[in-house]
């Protein structure tokens, strides 16, 4: 399925969500939009802990925002990284663990973008940044 979405909304969405980032230590501010099957965005950005493995990326702070929400089926999310009050200089790749939290809400239509500006991003699958992934099928 092609993206039938205003995708330079939700690019603008991460990209702002950067602003509200908590990045004491790392100063790399990530922020993500999340598109709902209802057409709502869910904004995150990641938020770091003095107990550094208790950061929570930006990916997931916006998931678990909309499922705690009771939002469970998603369209797309879009990311966007970079210094601490700095452009982003690269595309934000998620972590490994942030795909497979995707992958535990994704459908076949959810598209993953990577943004380095408000008009330079790229568009992947799930099955493309985590191929042969686990997920609930799996245990079935
Ligand atoms: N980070 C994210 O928010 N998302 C990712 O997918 C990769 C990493 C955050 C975690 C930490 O606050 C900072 O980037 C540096 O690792």
Do not use: W
Not at 56 to 71: D, Q
Not at 102 to 129: C, H, S
């Amino acid at each position: 399925m092609e993206t039938e979405f205003d995708i330079a909304g939700l690019v603008g969405a991460a990209l702002e969500a950067r602003d509200r980032a908590y990045t004491p230590y790392s100063h790399y501010t990530v922020g993500a939009a999340l598109l709902t099957a209802e057409g709502d965005i869910y904004q995150g950005g990641n938020i770091e802990n003095a107990s550094y493995g208790a950061t929570n990326c930006a990916e997931r702070t916006a998931i678990f925002k909309a499922v705690s929400e009771g939002r469970r089926r998603f369209r797309a999310i879009a990311i966007a990284g970079g210094m601490e009050g700095q452009e982003p200089v690269d595309y934000a790749y998620p972590c490994g663990i942030c795909r497979q939290v995707m992958k535990e809400f994704a459908g076949e239509d959810f598209r993953i973008i990577v943004v380095k500006t408000a008009t330079d991003y790229k568009v992947y699958t799930l099955e493309e940044l985590l191929p042969h992934g686990f997920g609930g099928s799996s245990i079935q």
